[in-house]
């Protein structure tokens, strides 16, 4: 039987700027039962008593255990108290490492955000407005966010120029239903996002690769290319591309948008990334505003959920046609949504949490560096690596691979090149794996299916 010295051995300090109370208790556990402090089996003291201890509230020590318990940390045994659980085997669960999503920030609360967040909108907004159609292109309010998270980027944005949509896909699809024709050509990088492939085909567009160099795309190539056919639109995501992670410098970018506007070609810049960088150069939206249409997104830097994503379009007419095009896809945005999107980013909440991804996104970077040899590149930005094979791997066989053999998704670099032979590397998203412990673990897997050369039975499946 423990005393209770021993049955708090495992507690650490109070951290002031660590995030809530139960949280840290969370994590108390979870750093004892790494490091052995707290063993499979070990009775944890009742929770009032707990709370005596720490001197904080019961509700505090409740949330702890509970969060505990969702991370499989304890498990509650009725009247015989709470005790420290046994890892749990995760039996044929894959460990995603191909979705690119914001990885959870420490020390943020998403219950406590959500909570705090839709009670300010149903405070300050009629509930019947948020269950009804809104074809405006989002409210006044909602574009005033949308200038303010625009503001780092393009700096003083006219709100009249704002559209907020569902999303950035949707956003793409509408963009190019309003500045092409069916049969247009669409340039791009030769590694390109596949959801404009995928809303290209099927729009009757066709995608076509200019060439590019350790900067990015070349001018002299686009303007050969605008000179053979008949371009509409010049798509390009110059800040940390996906999959790439390349950012295109500020001379790049002014070249080019002096390269289209020659051209009469319109440029889509979709800049999910923007704010996850440290010191990007700005938007080409910055050097060519009336030839640029720019996409921002929340679900690359805060949480796919939100769905929200605001455009720049400075041209009056093409925004009328833009926002028609995007009626004839999706009607509207969520309204609850779209309004929690405005309430974080007026009451500052969307900066704190943008502030969490970037610094654990870093983090994360860094342990990508560390587990993969070195192949990743060190302390980079984004949530995303893009990690060259050896030899004797192909990207497709690596894939197969790694989820026939170490459970994990990963993607071939095939996924992004159409009509080119794509180079031997896939692509590592670092934030769907919302533990880090278990991210982790699974890039060992990974460094170490990297280290040995692949079946035969992997050879013959190709």
Not at 132 to 149: I, K, M, P
Not at 225 to 251: D, F, G, S
Not at 363 to 386: P, T
């Amino acid at each position: 039987m423990q005393d209770e010295s021993q049955a708090i051995a495992w507690l650490g300090q109070f951290e002031q700027h660590a995030g809530p109370r139960y949280l840290q208790i969370a994590d108390f556990v979870e750093q004892a039962l790494a490091d052995g402090r707290l063993k499979p089996g070990d009775r944890l003291p009742p929770q009032r008593r707990l709370a005596q201890l720490l001197q904080v509230d019961l509700t505090t020590v409740t949330r702890a255990y509970d969060e505990a318990k969702r991370r499989n940390l304890l498990e509650g045994k009725g009247a015989r108290g709470t005790y420290a659980a046994a890892p749990k085997a995760e039996l044929a669960q894959l460990l995603d490492l191909s979705m690119n999503i914001p990885p959870p920030p420490d020390g943020v609360d998403f219950a406590d955000l959500l909570k705090q967040g839709l009670a300010q909108v149903l405070l300050r907004t009629d509930s019947g407005l948020l269950m009804n159609y809104h074809l405006g292109g989002g409210s006044q309010a909602d574009r005033a966010a949308g200038a303010a998270w625009l503001a780092p980027m393009l700096g003083r944005v006219d709100e009249e120029q704002l559209v907020v949509c569902p999303g950035a896909q949707s956003a793409l699809a509408a963009l190019i239903l309003t500045l092409s024709r069916h049969g247009d050509t669409i340039l791009a990088e030769p590694a390109v996002y596949p959801g404009l492939r995928t809303a290209a085909a099927q729009l009757g567009r066709r995608v076509q690769a200019v060439e590019v160099d350790a900067a990015g795309m070349l001018p002299d190539a686009l303007e050969k290319a605008c000179a053979k056919q008949r371009v509409a639109l010049l798509y390009l995501n110059p800040t940390l591309q996906n999959p790439t992670t390349h950012t295109m410098p500020a001379a790049r970018r002014r070249e080019i948008a002096r390269v289209a506007a020659r051209c009469g070609v319109q440029i889509i810049e979709d800049d999910p990334y923007w704010l996850l960088a440290d010191a990007s150069p700005p938007p080409l939206a910055h050097y060519a505003p009336r030839q640029v249409s720019y996409i921002s997104t929340l679900s690359k830097c805060l949480a796919p959920g939100l769905r929200t994503a605001f455009v720049r379009l400075s041209d009056p007419q093409q925004r009328e046609a833009f926002m028609a095009a995007l009626r004839s896809l999706v009607l509207m945005p969520a309204p609850l949504t779209t309004a929690l999107a405005t309430q974080w980013i007026h009451d500052g909440s969307a900066q704190r949490l943008l502030a969490g991804v970037k610094e654990e996104a870093r983090k994360r970077q860094l342990l990508a560096h560390q587990l993969l040899a070195g192949k990743a590149e060190a302390g980079g930005d984004g949530i995303h690596v893009w990690l060259p094979l050896p030899s004797y791997w192909t990207a497709h066989e690596l894939a197969q691979a790694a989820q026939a053999e170490e459970g994990l998704a990963v993607t071939s670099s095939e996924a992004f090149y159409a009509g080119s032979r794509p180079p031997n590397v896939i692509r590592i998203s670092l934030g769907s794996i919302r533990d880090g412990r278990r991210l982790a673990a699974a890039l060992r897997k990974l460094s170490q299916l990297l280290a040995r050369k692949p079946s035969a039975r992997h050879q013959a499946l190709v």
